[in-house]
Structures are given as C-alpha cells and as structure tokens.
C-alpha cells in the first residue's frame, strides 16, 4: 500500500471496483444486487481505500443487541497484508458503539485462512450450519458459526 488506507461508506460509484474484486475472490460471489440490497436497507458497508485504489471491503448489519458481518473481502492482490485484520478491528468499534454485545459471523467450513484470521482477532467457533454455502457442481458447503464478544 503506497498511500494510507482509509475506510469509506462504500456507494453505488465504487460498484464497480468491488464487482471486479468479488468476481476475483470468490467461485460463488455476491451479485450487484445482493450489494445494492445492503446500501439501500442502509446496512454498515464500508469500502477499504488507498488512494483510488479500493483493497477491500466489509458488509455488516446491526440487530438488537448483536451485529452481523454478511461479506469481508479483500483484493487477492492485497491479502496478507493486514486489510482484513485493521477492517475487523473497524467493525468490532461501529458494533460496540451501537450497542452490540457480540458479533457474528459465517465461514466456509473449506475456507481454513479466514478462519484463521478470524480466531488471531479473537473469535470463536460456535457451531456449525449444514449446507449453508453453494459450492461447485450443485453441491452446497457447511459453515462455520463464529462470535466474537465486545
């Protein structure tokens, strides 16, 4: 990263850029539609910028008492760089500021770096859903339930 990060509310001009970057990432990725949802329902959705350059970005939604990371993503060419770690640290601060005891999450079961990450920033397993993801040829993947406590 040559120029510092930066969190910004993600809208409908940096679509684009995510749409390239969640194409990149993931077999089965969010569509347009899934992302213009969450801005429209007014859901925390946050872009990580260097510059012009966008490194990733989060989706998130407040409950009562608990928030609820939906998408984190970051660029391939960024991984292993602290963006997911320093987005996490800014979501544990928007959820304990609005109230949240607890914050929440889904992880492929198959998906072992995630998981990783999200246990270095203090989550924990909680459970398992059955088939909760699509995978490839029709099939479906477990995830992994994960809190981590404010």
Known sequence: MSAPARLEPLTLAHLDALMAIESQTYAQPWTRGNF???INAGYHCQALMA???MLGYFVAMMGVQEA???NITVAPACQRQGCARLMLQ???LWA???GAQSLWLEVRVGNARARAVYAA???HSVGL???YYP???GQREDAVVMCLTL
Do not use: I, M, V, Y
Request: glycine share 20%.
């Open 51 to 53: 510059g012009e350059q």
């Open 68 to 70: 609820h990371l939906l």
């Open 36 to 38: 213009l949802d969450s």
């Open 135 to 137: 995978a490839a040829a």
């Open 96 to 98: 304990r500021g609005g």
């Open 90 to 92: 800014a979501l544990g």
């Open 129 to 131: 859903r059955r088939n």
């Open 121 to 123: 920033c203090g989550f």
